[in-house]
C-alpha cells in the first residue's frame, strides 16, 4: 500500500512539474511581447488589421490565463501535499485534483486540436466541474458547425452535449 501512495505522489509531482513548467514558458514569452501596442494605445492600424490581431491575441491570452490559473491551483494542491500537517484526506483530495487538472488540460488540447483539424481557424476550451465552454473563431457558426464542436467535445470529455456551452468569435 506504501508503494502506491508513492507511485502517485511521484505522478502528481511530474505533472506539477510539467505544468509548472508550461506555465514559466509562457510567462517568458508574455516578458518578450512587452514592448507590443495593446488596445489604449496610440498606434496607427488598418481596422481590419487590428480586429484580427485581437482576436488572435485573445485566444493566445485565453490559454496563457487558462494555463497560470492551473499553476495557482497546482502550487496550492502541492502544498497540501508537502505540509506534514495535512490529514490523509486533504491530501488525497489534492491529489484528485491534480489530477483532474491535468485530465482537463490534456482533453482541452485535444479538444482544441481536433477543432483546428476540422478546420475552425482557432478555439479555447475550458473544462471544469463537468461542464464544457468553448469559444470558436469563425465567420458565422451554423448549427452544422455547432454540433460538430458538440460532438467533438462530448467524444473527447464524456460531457453530455447539453453541458457545453459554444461561442464564437469573429
Known amino acids: 500500500m506504501m508503494m502506491v501512495i508513492k507511485k502517485k505522489q511521484l505522478a502528481v509531482a511530474a505533472l506539477a512539474i510539467i505544468i509548472g513548467t508550461a506555465g514559466y514558458i509562457n510567462a517568458g514569452r508574455n516578458s518578450e511581447e512587452a514592448g507590443k501596442k495593446y488596445l489604449g494605445e496610440a498606434q496607427l492600424v488598418n481596422s481590419s ?46 491529489q484528485a485534483g491534480v489530477l483532474e487538472l491535468a485530465q482537463n488540460t490534456e482533453t482541452e488540447t485535444a479538444v482544441e486540436n481536433l477543432l483546428r483539424a476540422r478546420g475552425f481557424e482557432d ?38 452535449q447539453e453541458k457545453i456551452k459554444i461561442m464564437e468569435m469573429n
Do not use: H, P, W
Not at 475550458?126 to 464544457?132: D, E, K, P, S, T
Not at 465552454?133 to 448549427?143: P, S
Open 123 to 160: 478555439a479555447v476550451c475550458y473544462i471544469n466541474g463537468g461542464m464544457a465552454n468553448v469559444v470558436v473563431k469563425t465567420q458565422m457558426l451554423d448549427g452544422e458547425g455547432a454540433a460538430q464542436i458538440s460532438e467533438i467535445v462530448s467524444a473527447q470529455s464524456g460531457i453530455a
Open 49 to 94: 488589421e487590428d480586429a484580427q490581431t485581437e482576436n488572435t491575441d485573445f485566444f493566445a491570452q485565453a490559454r496563457l490565463d487558462r494555463e497560470a490559473g492551473r499553476s495557482r491551483s497546482i502550487e496550492t494542491y502541492n502544498a497540501v501535499l508537502q505540509n506534514e500537517n495535512s490529514d490523509e484526506a486533504a491530501k488525497a483530495s489534492a
